[in-house]
């Protein structure tokens, strides 16, 4: 099969256009919208263990700030581009908005292959891509969380480099950190729980029973392993697993947790026992219930919507559908929960992580999946209505309320000066 190669930000602005034109905005508030407020490029040295210096690139992009400080991720990635991170931080803009929390949208990231850094080069890495955009990011402006191949070390490293270059730690300008330094309860599970919550709820309004129900989910990295135990736990079967080496499948089901370990002690799922191997792109064609896309972006494209045999997709990546695959579903009848909505877990409990720095004052794990839970539930409702009112598919009307908001609050600001 050959790939699809599709600009995401030309992705991301093409869904913007289409929820503007059923909104009607004005074409001056479709100007401010389509483009980032803010981007940042980065070249910086880092030296490696051998003693030699290596250039890296970086980038920081902030979309929109209209509803309340930028917030977005780090990727680690050879794939990272300025165009990737602008559409993955127009993404945020609308997921913190569908979801109803104070943030505007904002992303970054590093070319670099991480599985090539050693620990130190990683920690060198980090702490001087954190100097060189401490300019825009801080508790009150611009607050990064982890993404691909981040994780809460490297949240660790960022909050105390930049708490050095204060004099004082600032534990909210960064979220996702260890809880030993002010991240929060429940903050690792948190996206993929989410993803749960509104899995729970889309099936039940499409009348897919949930018990037994047969799951396929691509990705096995912060989100995709999260998702998958979780869903387990709660009665689905996972048929499929895939990571960036290949997928395992078994009709009998496979055990979530037997795959946790199989990866902590050989690196990849490849060779799980009770499996048999299957590629990337047979994975996402799996007859099943439930298909989850939790790896990166443009994976559902026009070469391959046709053949999808999923009752329901729900995104649990960022950007993992293209337009062409998405009027494919919609003519095929099969239902996709955005992810503006789907993974929009992560960025809740690090508003809580955040709420609780500034406060000094932490709630309990309970507390947190509690209020999580009420945010996804009522938000899947909202946007639901929402398709019904207007005769939408899912990811138009998650549009149409988020667009409508950062809309709604850019205009009520104006225009400075």
Not at 146 to 159: E, F, G, L, Y
Not at 357 to 372: G, T, V, Y
Not at 392 to 400: F, G, K, M, S, V
Request: glycine residues 8%.
């Amino acid at each position: 099969m050959v790939l699809e190669v599709v600009n995401p930000y030309e992705v991301a602005v093409a869904q913007f256009d289409a929820a503007a034109e059923k909104l009607n905005l004005s074409q001056d508030l479709r100007e401010v919208l389509r483009k980032p407020k803010r981007e940042l490029t980065v070249n910086f040295p880092v030296r490696l263990d051998d003693g030699s210096i290596q250039m890296f690139t970086g980038y920081r992009v902030q979309h929109n700030i209209a509803r309340g400080p930028a917030k977005g991720g780090i990727r680690y990635s050879p794939d990272v581009s300025l165009d990737e991170v602008r559409a993955l931080a127009m993404w945020m803009t609308w997921k913190c908005a569908v979801v109803g929390i104070p943030f505007g949208g904002a992303k970054g990231g590093v070319i670099c292959d991480p599985r090539r850094l050693s620990r130190g080069e990683m920690e060198r890495l980090t702490r001087r891509y954190t100097t060189e955009v401490s300019i825009l990011i801080g508790p009150q402006g611009d607050i990064p969380a982890p993404d691909v191949n981040t994780n809460p070390q490297v949240m660790a490293w960022m909050m105390d480099t930049y708490s050095m270059h204060q004099g004082y730690s600032v534990p909210a300008v960064v979220t996702g950190k260890p809880i030993a330094i002010g991240g929060s309860e429940g903050r690792f599970d948190a996206t993929g729980r989410g993803v749960l919550f509104v899995t729970q709820q889309a099936m039940q309004h499409f009348h897919i029973p949930f018990a037994g129900a047969r799951v396929v989910v691509q990705g096995f990295g912060n989100v995709g392993s999260v998702t998958a135990r979780l869903m387990q736990q709660a009665g689905a079967t996972i048929i499929g697993l895939s990571d960036i080496y290949g997928g395992v499948w078994s009709n009998r089901g496979i055990d979530v947790h037997r795959a946790l370990r199989h990866v902590q002690e050989h690196g990849r799922l490849e060779g799980l026992p009770g499996t048999e191997p299957i590629s990337n792109s047979a994975l996402l064609e799996l007859p099943c219930d439930v298909l989850i896309p939790a790896a990166t972006e443009n994976q559902l494209t026009r070469n391959n919507a046709d053949r999808v045999q999923a009752r329901l997709i729900v995104e649990a990546a960022n950007g993992p559908t293209t337009p062409d695959a998405d009027a494919i579903f919609r003519a095929r009848g099969i239902p996709l929960v955005p992810d503006i909505l789907a993974n929009a877990g992560g960025v809740t409990v690090s508003y809580f992580e955040w709420v609780q720095d500034l406060q000094a004052f932490f709630w309990s794990e309970d507390e947190i999946n509690k209020k999580l839970k009420q945010i996804m539930v009522r938000s899947f409702r909202a946007v639901w209505n929402k398709a019904q009112e207007q005769q939408e598919d899912l990811r138009t009307a998650a549009y149409l309320l988020a667009v409508s908001r950062v809309a709604e609050a850019t205009a009520l600001r104006g225009i400075y000066p």
